[in-house]
């Protein structure tokens, strides 16, 4: 069960409400309306809140749901919603937003408080926020200022059951706080994902799919744009480039990628489940180890092309699960599992082919050398992933009531803009160790800001990417070596270009330790 | 639960030396790995370069001894400050200095590479599982099934003892088997 509050309070240019500027005759609150009821919204748990003076003109353009019209305080308690044991989405009438994106946040099955979020840009449409692994810490509104955004939060908010409670003492927190009025009408989706925020409320950031739209609109040739941009948007496309994974290495990316979603749709349409996908990826990795135990060249050969075929439909079980929304724990465990099972099974096959060429059984020192580091880097990355979630989760958060957000010096984790860090001003006598110190942590924040504005050339970006090793990237050197060269050789080669990725990335993160 | 400390998990134990984990690890893992495997050949052949060749046999020509070095280093570690911002290496330093000290004393053959799968297999569905269903495995498991310590002393006895190079291919079935049944289990019980 979600309730749904949609917000009529902004008004357009000539001072009538924004959400029932029309377009083709409908205006832009029933089309949202017709929008939700596709998404299978109940109607008898959807309320409209505006302004009384247009009580009559909003109750006239929508009907089956009910119209509050009410002052500024009743509606921030009416934003807040009744039934406390209900997820509750809280969007802006006047929105124009097409049915991939409205999904997202109105998405049924997705658990947990959520803002719907746009990339930071210029027609991005919103308040900044600014998030931090997958995590809204901090967000602007009407009131409050903010430093350093990397999104914009465009009037749209999902908050789950379990948080209600705490949106309801916080709305009376607004309240007390008698923020001025805004003639506009105010942003109260902002004021309450700041709320939520500054609560310590964990708020993920939906982001909504490039190329979705979701814009609000108050004026009338604005909303022309937005259904030319409405009307130019293929929501089949969207849909599948979402399905895709953006932050895959490069292998992946573009090597893979660019076709398996089309795989993955074929599953769909064939009603293929994602573990399914899953099971026939491990069981055509074993078969390629199989075929490297062989220790002939056509059993490299083969090995080769089975262990490419294994690691699309890898990627496939993934996209097929992110296209039909259909995500499972047991699924993500048995991907990432069987992820693993692969790899190392390749590599025992491998050893196995190598011992029957040449009876050297050293080269499984070889094999499980190469077990070894993978196991380190992958803990080693897990243990700082942790690291920095927990940091996030333990921040301290700042008061409501504080109008102003610097990015605070805390905030050790990339911002997806490079921003430039403001350290504490501190005022310390100087000695000559402090000083080696202070040389040291200003070089490594120089050092620092130069890697994050890398990220901007693509060439940089993708270097850094590779450079790392990830899973494609490994499955492909095995593949290549394993053809053109012999089992001992894919070890020596996973051997060195992993430990070179290792020390890349241990220097990277000591160097942001001291920074 | 990410560190797989074994009897060691219920100790209380951070800070009570005053040195820092990490660093503490770091050197298990230096003694442990490459010290086992170059340390006792240079020191053997510097030894029979010298005297009469009887210091030939001594404890430090024994890599299990380097191995056990480590462990206690690894141990101590423990018992060590852990500052906060370095946290984060500790478990995976664990796991270098246990497969590192199998690799050591019983690489070289398809047995010990099973004993390292095995392991590996344990320690990616147990972070797994502590992300996705947000617990570990039971207690009494993980001191059942050794713990790092607890392994790594098995391990360091079968090496002294000679009976390392027979034991590690049954070792790794045993362990393999016992890993895989409670990972089905309990993702059974879960899903």
Known sequence: ?515 | MLRDDGPLAGVPAAGRLPLPEPLLLAAALLVAVPGAALLPGWLDGAAAGTADGAAAGAAWTWPWAWVAAGLVLAVLGRFGGVPARLAWPAPALLRAVEYGAVLVLAGGSAGSYGLLAALAFHHYDVVYRLQLLHRGPPRWFEVATGGWPGRMVLLVVAAASGQLDRLVAPAAIVLGAVFVTESVVTWRRAA
Not at chain 1, 166 to 185: F, I, K, M, N, S
């Open chain 1, 1 to 515: 069960m979600t309730a749904v509050v949609l917000l009529a309070l902004r008004a357009s240019d000539d001072g009538q409400p924004a959400a029932l500027l029309d377009h083709d005759g409908v205006p832009t609150i029933a089309r949202l309306l017709a929008q939700l009821d596709a998404q299978d919204a109940d109607p008898a748990r959807i309320v409209v809140v505006t302004r009384p003076a247009w009580l009559e003109a909003v109750a006239a353009a929508v009907s089956g749901v009910e119209v509050r019209g009410v002052d500024r305080t009743a509606a921030l308690r009416l934003a807040a919603g009744h039934d406390p044991d209900e997820a509750l989405v809280v969007l802006d009438g006047h929105v124009v937003a097409d049915e991939v994106a409205l999904g997202r946040l109105v998405d049924v099955g997705a658990r947990g408080t959520a803002a719907a979020l746009v990339a930071d840009g210029a027609r991005a449409d919103g308040v900044p926020v600014r998030v931090t692994r997958g995590r809204v810490v901090a967000a602007g509104s009407d009131h409050h200022r903010l430093a350093h955004g990397s999104h914009r939060a465009p009037g749209g908010l999902r908050v789950a059951a379990a948080d209600r409670a705490r949106l309801a003492d916080l709305v009376e927190r607004l309240v007390a706080l008698d923020l001025p009025q805004v003639p506009a009408g105010e942003d109260l989706v902002a004021l309450l994902l700041v709320g939520l925020v500054r609560d310590g409320v964990p708020v993920t950031a939906t982001v909504l799919p490039a190329g979705s739209v979701w814009r609000r609109v108050d004026t009338r040739a604005e909303l022309v744009d937005a259904h030319a941009q409405q009307a130019a948007v293929d929501p089949e496309r969207v849909r599948l480039d979402a399905a895709v994974k953006s932050d895959d290495g490069f292998f992946t990316t573009f090597l893979v990628s660019s076709y398996s979603r089309y795989v993955a749709r074929w599953a769909a349409r064939r009603g293929l489940h994602p573990d399914q996908v899953t099971v026939a990826s491990l069981l055509v990795g074993l078969v390629a180890a199989a075929a490297f135990a062989l220790g002939t060249l056509p059993g490299m050969v083969a090995g080769a092309v089975l262990l490419q075929v294994a690691f699309m439909l890898d990627c496939v079980d993934g996209q097929l699960a992110r296209y039909t929304r259909r995500f499972t724990v047991r699924g993500a465990w048995l991907d990432s599992v069987s992820d693993r099972a692969k790899e190392y099974a390749v590599l025992a096959g491998l050893a196995l082919g190598g011992v029957r060429t040449d009876g050297d059984e050293t080269v499984w020192l070889l094999a499980g050398a190469a077990l070894a580091l993978q196991t380190f880097r992958h803990v080693l990355d897990l243990g700082y992933a942790e690291q920095q979630r927990a940091d996030v989760a333990r921040a301290v958060v700042r008061p409501l009531e504080d109008l102003d957000d610097v990015a605070s010096f805390w905030e050790r984790v990339p911002l997806a803009t490079p921003a430039r860090v403001e350290p504490p001003i501190v005022v310390r006598t100087s000695t000559p160790a402090s000083a080696c110190v202070d040389a040291g942590s200003s070089l490594a924040r120089s050092a620092v800001a130069t890697l994050r504005r890398a990220e901007d050339v693509p060439v940089l970006k993708w270097a850094k990417r590779i450079v790392v090793l990830p899973i494609g990237e490994r499955f492909a050197l095995i593949s290549l070596v394993a053809v053109f060269g012999s089992p001992r050789a894919v070890f020596v080669a996973l051997l060195a270009w992993g430990g070179l990725a290792t020390a890349y990335t241990l220097g990277g993160r000591l160097i942001r330790s001291v920074a």
